[in-house]
T-cell receptor, first 118, second 111 residues
Framework: AQKITQTQPGMFVQEKEAVTLDCTYD???????LFWYKQPSSGEMIFLIY??????QNATEGRYSLNFQKARKSANLVISASQLGDSAMYFC???????????????FGKGTLLTVNP | DVKVTQSSRYLVKRTGEKVFLECVQD?????MFWYRQDPGLGLRLIYF???????EKGDIPEGYSVSREKKERFSLILESASTNQTSMYLC????FGTGYFFGPGTRLTVL
C-alpha cells in the first residue's frame, strides 16, 4: 500500500526567506506521480507542482520547486522568497499509474501548516 | 478553464437524515473522487469512480455510498447521517493521474 509521511506538523519562516517542507513516500510501484497542494484557510485545494517518477529533472513552478530524491523516496517542496500569502496548510500526495482505470487515486499525507512571519 | 463545483459550501443536517453531496466537473474527466478531511488526519479517500456507473471503495467507505449516472456528476450519499460524519468533504476529478482538480469543498455539520 502507498503511504505518504509529512513529519513537520508546523513550520515557521521569515518573510523573504526560503523554506523546505519534507515529504517521504513508500510505494512498490515503479510508475507514480508526486504532487504538492496548498490549502489556505478558505479550504480550497490549490495545485502547486507535479513530479513524475520517471522525470529526471526536478520540477519547478515559479517560486516552488520539488526536490525529488527517488532512491531516498523523498519529494520535498522548496518555497523560495516566502510571502505572507504563503501561510497555509501544505499537502504532499502520490498517485498510482496502473493501467485499467481503477488505480489513479491520490493518497495524501497529513499536511504541514506553514506560517510566514513578517 | 477547469472547473469542479460542489452543490453546497456549508450544510447542516440532523442525525438520521439522508444527505446528498453533489459534484460536477466540466473537463470530461474519467476519474472522480470523494475525500473527507479532518484536522490531523489529512485527506482520506471515501470512494472513487473511473467511469459512469463504476465505483470503488476507498479507505473509509463505511456509512457512505456513491452514484455516478453521468460522466460529469458524482454524488456522495450519507444514508443516515451521524455526528461522526461532521467533516469537510472534497470532490476531485482527474483524467490520467497527472492532474487532479478539486472543488471548493462542503463543510457538513451533523447535529
Amino acid at each position: 500500500a502507498q503511504k505518504i509521511t509529512q513529519t513537520q506538523p508546523g513550520m515557521f519562516v521569515q518573510e523573504k526567506e526560503a523554506v523546505t517542507l519534507d515529504c517521504t513516500y513508500d510505494t512498490s510501484d515503479q510508475s507514480y506521480g508526486l504532487f504538492w497542494y496548498k490549502q489556505p484557510s478558505s479550504g480550497e485545494m490549490i495545485f502547486l507542482i507535479y513530479q513524475g517518477s520517471y522525470d529526471e529533472q526536478n520540477a519547478t513552478e515559479g517560486r516552488y520547486s520539488l526536490n525529488f530524491q527517488k532512491a531516498r523516496k523523498s519529494a520535498n517542496l522548496v518555497i523560495s522568497a516566502s510571502q505572507l500569502g504563503d501561510s497555509a496548510m501544505y499537502f504532499c500526495a502520490m498517485s498510482r499509474y496502473n493501467s485499467g482505470g481503477s488505480n489513479y487515486k491520490l493518497t495524501f499525507g497529513k499536511g504541514t501548516l506553514l506560517t510566514v512571519n513578517p | 478553464d477547469v472547473k469542479v463545483t460542489q452543490s453546497s459550501r456549508y450544510l447542516v443536517k440532523r442525525t438520521g437524515e439522508k444527505v446528498f453531496l453533489e459534484c460536477v466537473q466540466d473537463m470530461d474527466h474519467e476519474n472522480m473522487f470523494w475525500y473527507r478531511q479532518d484536522p490531523g488526519l489529512g485527506l482520506r479517500l471515501i470512494y472513487f469512480s473511473y467511469d459512469v456507473k463504476m465505483k470503488e471503495k476507498g479507505d473509509i467507505p463505511e456509512g457512505y455510498s456513491v452514484s455516478r449516472e453521468k460522466k460529469e456528476r458524482f454524488s456522495l450519499i450519507l444514508e443516515s447521517a451521524s455526528t461522526n460524519q461532521t467533516s469537510m468533504y472534497l470532490c476531485a476529478s482527474s483524467l490520467f493521474g497527472t492532474g487532479y482538480f478539486f472543488g471548493p469543498g462542503t463543510r457538513l455539520t451533523v447535529l
